[in-house]
């Protein structure tokens, strides 16, 4: 449905032009022409005299922020169960409460918790896994649709190494079980999209990942994935594929590691090779970068000045429930942090990234997966937040990029008092 709406909001503007720099206009007016930016102003020009305006007074008007890697039926366990690695917390904590997504009466009571948190969060795009089940992934997107969120979903496919009740029978059921939710859900929906997702090398063996290859030609699928994120999986994947020269290779030689065909998002990144990055690089691979995932399950500290340097496209992910949060505000603190300890622990010679850095990854660097998305430059997709930062009185006037910092650090998501998608008003 075309969304034909001309408006503008009027606030304190600020958002990325490219990795370093932030923009910021006091009492601008940001123009949205249906569904797309048409710029910032500080008058509006005569031919947008009369449209609707929505002033918000001081409120800061930022783009939308995107989640480029998130696990929906983890969303129940966040915040506990925080005390293993990710090899053991799989099979421990993520993998039996994934398991209950057989049952679509706890799928529907968890997913929309899950949702409902969703669309009053910062967040406007989102790439998020579902489990291996068929309908409870169709019912995620169903009452992911209702939120008017923008997202790519993807029911996961695992056929070894997991417990008997997680694991699909073999390859082909897996395959057809893909084929089964892609035929259900085509022409369906308007906001969510689907995305092909084998879990990890781990949980999918050759003769899987060939067929996932066969399917995301024929259905020209985007894909998601986790790469190179602990020490022992790396290892493991090693043992698995003792013909790969690296992690990053295991998928590629299926042809599901980038490329103009298969635009592919892979999650955390912390032990990639310089090989890995470029490779990553040449087939524009995306980054999802999840510092509090990498933090909580002890994974370690990506490498994200070099991801940014190497001009890897880079974004930020809650990693849900790695991450305990699905703040996309506390990721920025969060990536900024721990590039911090990086630099003074571990390579002197990687400065720490800038908050304006951080803030590009939530917004443009992972936007862009979905087109033009994440900045208030003319052509860009309308996604906006309005933030209400009153709630942390200062005692003196600070500039626009100053509060945006502060409001990151002081817990932005309660600011957030409006959101559009695409020139839609969420809320
Ligand atoms: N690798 C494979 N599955 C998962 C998962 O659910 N979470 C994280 N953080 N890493 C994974
Ligand atoms: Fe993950």
Redesign the pocket.
């Known amino acids: 449905m075309k969304n034909n709406s001309t408006f503008a909001l009027r606030g304190s503007i600020c958002y990325s032009l490219d990795a370093e720099t932030l923009a910021a206009e006091e009492h601008a007016y940001v123009v949205c022409e249906n569904g797309v930016c048409a710029g910032v102003f500080q008058e509006l020009p005569s031919r947008f005299q009369g449209i609707p305006c929505t002033d918000t007074g001081s409120s800061i008007i930022i783009p939308g922020l995107t989640d480029l890697h998130l696990?929906a039926p983890?969303y129940s366990l966040r915040g506990t169960k925080m005390d293993l690695e990710?090899l053991d917390?799989?099979n421990a904590v993520?993998f039996p409460e994934?398991t209950k997504y057989s049952d679509l009466t706890y799928a529907e009571q968890a997913y929309r918790i899950f949702t409902e948190d969703l669309k009053k969060s910062p967040t406007t795009r989102a790439c998020i896994?579902g489990t291996l089940h068929v309908k409870a992934t169709e019912l995620l997107m169903d009452l992911t649709e209702e939120t008017g969120i923008k997202a790519y979903i993807g029911k996961v496919n695992m056929d070894r190494n997991g417990p008997a009740e997680l694991q699909e029978a073999d390859a082909q059921a897996s395959s057809q079980a893909t084929v089964q939710w892609l035929t259900d859900i085509s022409g369906k929906y308007e906001n969510v999209k689907p995305i092909l997702t084998p879990?990890?090398i781990?949980?999918c063996s050759d003769e899987l990942m060939g067929e996932l290859s066969d399917i995301q030609k024929k259905y020209r699928l985007p894909v998601q994935?986790?790469l190179s994120?602990?020490p022992g999986?790396t290892l493991w994947v090693q043992e698995l594929c003792p013909d790969s020269s690296f992690y990053g290779d295991a998928y590629d030689r299926f042809g599901l590691f980038g490329g103009d065909s298969c635009p592919t998002i892979m999650?955390?990144c912390v032990y990639s090779s310089d090989r890995e990055i470029a490779l990553m690089k040449k087939r524009g691979v995306y980054v999802a970068h999840?510092p509090q995932?990498n933090m909580n399950?002890s994974?370690g500290i990506a490498p994200a000045r070099k991801f940014l340097d190497q001009g890897l496209h880079t974004g930020l992910g809650t990693?849900i429930?790695?991450g305990h949060t699905l703040s996309m505000f506390r990721a920025i603190a969060d990536a900024v942090q721990v590039s911090k300890l990086h630099w003074r622990l571990m390579e002197e010679s990687q400065k720490a990234l800038t908050f304006a850095e951080a803030f590009y990854m939530a917004t443009i660097g992972g936007g862009s997966f979905f087109g033009k998305a994440g900045s208030f430059l003319p052509g860009y997709e309308f996604d906006a937040l309005i933030l209400d930062d009153s709630l942390f009185p200062h005692p003196q006037p600070l500039s626009v990029p100053e509060r945006l910092e502060r409001l990151t650090y002081l817990g932005g998501d309660q600011c957030v008092t409006g959101k559009y998608v695409s020139g839609r008003k969420i809320f």
């Open positions: 696990h983890q990710l917390w799989l993520a994934e896994f879990r990890f781990p949980s994935s986790h994120e602990n999986e999650a955390h999840c995932s399950l994974s990693d429930a790695g």
